[in-house]
C-alpha cells in the first residue's frame, strides 16, 4: 500500500515548516509517504474557490485510490485505533491510500461523493496548516504503535 497526505495551498506559517518536515522525515523510517501539496484557487466566492480546487485533487484521483478526507464530520479514532485502521488498510488496499486536508473552505460536493471516508482530528476546528502537522503526528504516531516504538506511551 503507498500513502500519500495531499493538502491545499503552501504552509506559510513558518513556524510548522520544520516540525513538518521533521514528521516527514521520521515518518521515512516505518512507511514511504508521499506528500503533494496543490496551490490554491484564490477565488473571491468561498463555494467556487472549494469547486476549483475540488476539481484540480480529482484530476490526480485513480479509480482503484482509497480517498479519506480529513474533515469536521469524519468518524474520530484515539490513536490506537488510528494505528488498528492503518494496519488494516495495509492488508486491504493495494493501491494507494490518500488523506486529503482541504483548503481554508473545505471541500467540494464532488470530492465528497469521490471519498471513500471522512476522518476527524477533533470536535474542534483548527486551521487547515495546523491540521497538516496534526495529521502527520498522528500518522507517525500510528506507525510507531504498529510497530511497538516507544513513541507512544499509553
Known sequence: MKIEVWWIGKTTAKAFLPIVADYEKRLGRFHSI?????????????????IKEGNQLLKHIDKSDHIVLLDERGSMHSSQEFANYINKKAISISHK???????????SQ????????????????????????????QLYR????IHHHPYHNS
Open 142 to 145: 500510528a506507525f510507531t504503535i
Open 34 to 50: 508521499t506528500i503533494r501539496e496543490f496551490p490554491s484557487a484564490k477565488d473571491k466566492n468561498p463555494n467556487q474557490q472549494k
Open 110 to 137: 464532488k470530492l465528497y461523493t469521490r471519498a471513500n471516508e471522512l476522518h476527524a482530528l477533533s470536535l474542534m476546528t483548527f486551521t487547515h496548516e495546523m491540521v497538516r502537522l496534526f495529521f502527520l503526528e
Open 97 to 107: 491510500l490518500i488523506f486529503i486536508v482541504g483548503g481554508p473552505y473545505g471541500f
